[in-house]
């Protein structure tokens, strides 16, 4: 018998599904559905971070990462940052305010020829 897909491509019939091992929930870092033996009941635990919390990025696709000043960063890195940093620095004294003043200088003399031949 020939399994039928449905439009979203997945199989018509239901997956077939197993208990975990120990190891392998223990491990596991996604939701997972826990059933009681003894009343029969189902209910989904939430992945928790390494502080009991729920995760609610996990699965996002975002990644955090921080910079730390112990000796973390290599000195490659550190001085790559030094470097970017002094080329932010002097894009912006030696381009971004000469032509910001250049842009004001021809407002105020375009202000001023127009009010000299107005008024």
Known sequence: MQERENQTGSSAEEPRVRVMSEDEARDYQGVTIE????????????????YGRADDLRGSGI??????T?????????????????????FLVFVALPVLLAAAGIGVAAWLLLRFFRG
Do not use: C, N, Y
């Open 35 to 50: 059933e009681r033996k003894e009343d029969g009941e189902q209910r989904v635990e939430e992945p928790q971070d390494r």
């Open 70 to 90: 112990t000796g973390s960063m290599s000195w490659l890195t550190k001085a790559a940052l030094a470097v970017g940093g002094a080329a932010v620095v002097a």
């Open 63 to 68: 990644r955090i990462h921080t910079f730390g």
